[in-house]
Nanobody, 123 residues
Framework: QVQLVESGGGLVQVGGSLRLSCAASGRTGSRYVMGWFRQALGKDRQFVACISWSGETTYYADSVNGRFTISRDNAKNTVYLQMNRLKPEDTAVYYC????????????????WGQGTQVTVSS
């Protein structure tokens, strides 16, 4: 089992920045792909970004590519999502997730989920 706890959400103005963190505990010795997802009110959960265990490979949704950056610090068992140039449409609950396989993360079906953190972008 892996437990994931997100932090760093909040209220920010359009064009601002936030950095989300996700701390993992439990079976963190395995090599998990880590991902970020978001779910806006009344919409389906959608993929945002993911990163390989080594940190060398990353994927982004088109809607955030160039504005968001995912990174990880395996020594701290933490993954980050730096969000810049935020837009109102980025408003959502952001979830951290983990799975040994890219396919599961990209399919939005990872084994482990955090509880989510709210990001609200005001205009």
């Amino acid at each position: 089992q892996v437990q994931l706890v997100e932090s760093g959400g909040g209220l920010v103005q359009v064009g601002g920045s936030l950095r989300l963190s996700c701390a993992a505990s439990g079976r963190t010795g395995s090599r998990y792909v880590m991902g970020w997802f978001r779910q806006a009110l009344g919409k389906d959960r959608q993929f945002v970004a993911c990163i390989s265990w080594s940190g060398e490979t990353t994927y982004y949704a088109d809607s955030v590519n160039g504005r968001f950056t995912i990174s990880r610090d395996n020594a701290k068992n933490t993954v980050y999502l730096q969000m810049n140039r935020l837009k109102p449409e980025d408003t959502a609950v952001y979830y951290c997730a983990a799975d040994p396989k890219y396919s599961a993360v990209l399919a939005t079906t990872p084994d482990y989920w955090g509880q989510g953190t709210q990001v609200t972008v005001s205009s």
